[in-house]
């Protein structure tokens, strides 16, 4: 069996299985759900050390504990954040590790997206990427069982990532998740109006986003394109920021949790 051994546990997550548990589950229990119409078929939340945007990302995840029985794959969409490469990497492994245990890589989509122009396994792009690893705890206390799909998204046409999504769309078993944040490396305001900005776009459909504004861009593009196409709607669940947490308004990241249904 192969295994994609934690990265970033005790860096920009807890190391220790019970405080990560109990961390995760009292944001997940904190405040009331929003609750929406049908049950979620995409979420859209951040990436950073759950310091700074775990609470951001939980309001997003909690809205899966009504179908927490129903799904059973989770495709997740996360970025590089150190090589740059063209198309979408498979991790060739079995299972992702973290201190909460194993999640299974789902080996039959991973064979079927093996088939499509500019998709590759590429371990190492996978071993030290978080984008993917951070949003695994979320998931494994939110839901009883899935299998996995991990994508890292490179440079990447729409409809190469269109045509990924709509092969792995399946039904209400399926949940698509897109690991992004948004704005970084601005002035408060400027970040907040950003974001604000950027919460509309997605709003609207609007697959024309750049690195600026979001690091996960070239995923997000391809998911809102596929979801305009199959008439999701949404909901914006919370925009917030680095200065939200430790006050320090002159170099800015943003974060936001969203849903689709």
Known sequence: MIIRPPAVAGTLYEAD??????QVESWLAKGAA?????????????HSGYHYSGETAAKAFRLLEPVYDTIQRVVLLGTPHRDEFSGIALPGTDVFRTPLGDVPVDQN????????????ELPE??????????????????????????LVVGTCKVDTLAKVLNLLWGGPETLIVIST????KLPYEIAVAQ???????????????KYEQACGFNSLNGFLSVAKEKALDSKCLALTTSADRNGQKENVR????????
């Open 34 to 46: 929003k609750q929406t119409p049908k049950p979620p078929k995409a979420l859209i939340v951040p």
């Open 181 to 184: 944040g948004l704005s970084r």
């Open 254 to 261: 943003g974060f936001g949790s969203f849903v689709f249904y």
């Open 109 to 120: 989509s991973i064979k079927s997206l093996l088939t499509i122009d500019n998709v590759f």
């Open 17 to 22: 299985t019970q405080r990560l548990l109990a």
């Open 195 to 209: 974001d604000e900005k950027s919460a509309e776009s997605i709003r609207t459909y609007d697959a024309n986003f």
């Open 125 to 150: 792009t996978h071993r030290q990427e978080h984008s993917i690893e951070v949003q695994l705890p979320f998931l494994q206390t939110a839901l009883e069982h899935f299998e996995l799909v991990p």
